[in-house]
């Protein structure tokens, strides 16, 4: 029996996977941030790369719950209409995730194999992603191949729901255990700003000194309303940064600035700050690690790095 799909079947049919995918990605990078931080990859070079769950949980939070409420609509529309389960509608969107959870899957096997072949290190955090894509593509696979065959019924529909549901906060409660309450979270932010706010001023003051042959004796004489460089401000206080003169060098200074939280140095679930190698300022090995409260920053350019720009 060929029953006609009218355009509320349409909508319905497609609310439901673009939900159900929107849930899913969401759920899959929420994880992979958490797997990002918990186990951060050692480089040589030292970048922030401040993870946030932020976005993928509010999508969970609507995205998911609308799923399941349409999923609901369209369960009761199957069982007014049995004839739309064998709609061309149906079948090609669940072959279509089929294909794309069997894809992921296939994808990982033989991605680890490979990284196993070229003698490549299967690093915790790999191996942990790789398992959360099987453990979810592996989940969605299975019930849509028993959903397109017509094997689940009301009361295995529901235990898959159960599932998903507690899988689902289990991940959001891990993800803000691990990485931090949005309390926290904004801390961090705030951190990171002012250290990029401090890198720009350190910037400009080595410029200033190419320039002048000298440090500035505060920082309004760094302003540049030609370049559009305005000084920063704190994000949370709006505070001025502090800078001091050190010594009678001419080249030597200070930054300071007030953090929330106590920095995170690199292999302890870490979060590094960028410093940048190309600076001229002496000292290059001394990161923006900071502890929690005021703290201030010694710089002193190298002229050799750094020489003045001759009058033209």
């Not at 497609?14 to 990605?25: E, N, P, R």
């Not at 920063?232 to 600035?257: H, M, N, V, W």
Request: hydrophobic share 45%; with cysteine; aromatic share 14%.
């Amino acid at each position: 029996m060929n029953t006609k799909i009218t355009a509320k079947d349409f909508f319905l049919n497609l609310g439901v996977i673009v939900t159900f995918y929107a849930s899913a990605i969401a759920l899959i990078t929420l994880l992979f941030e958490v797997i990002n931080f918990a186990y951060p990859k050692v480089t040589t070079y030292q970048y922030y790369n401040y993870p946030s769950i932020s976005f993928q949980v509010a999508t969970l939070i609507v995205a998911f719950p609308l799923f399941l409420f349409l999923s609901w609509l369209l369960q009761k529309s199957y069982m007014a209409d049995p004839g739309l389960r064998e709609s061309w509608l149906r079948k090609w969107l669940s072959y279509i995730t089929l294909f794309v959870a069997g894809g992921v899957i296939a994808g990982d096997l033989i991605t680890v194999i490979y990284m196993f072949l070229d003698g490549q290190d299967l690093t915790t955090g790999f191996l942990l992603k790789v398992l959360t894509l099987i453990i979810v593509a592996g989940g969605i696979f299975l019930y849509y191949l028993r959903e397109i065959r017509n094997l689940i019924m009301a009361g295995e529909r529901n235990i898959w729901r159960i599932v998903a549901i507690v899988f689902i906060l289990a991940s959001i409660i891990l993800g803000f255990m691990v990485i931090g309450s949005p309390v926290s979270q904004r801390e961090r932010r705030y951190d990171s700003q002012r250290v990029s706010d401090l890198q720009n001023i350190q910037w400009q003051i080595v410029n200033y000194y190419q320039s002048k042959g000298s440090i500035p004796d505060n920082l309004s004489q760094i302003a540049d309303p030609i370049s559009g460089f305005t000084l920063p401000r704190d994000p949370k206080t709006s505070a001025s940064y502090e800078y001091k003169l050190i010594g009678q060098s001419a080249k030597a200074f200070e930054l300071c600035a007030t953090f929330d939280r106590v920095s995170e140095g690199l292999g302890s679930s870490s979060i590094a700050y960028p410093m940048p190698v190309d600076m001229g300022v002496k000292g290059v090995s001394e990161n923006w690690q900071h502890e929690a409260g005021h703290e201030c920053f010694s710089r002193s350019i190298d002229p050799q790095l750094y020489p003045v720009r001759p009058v033209r």
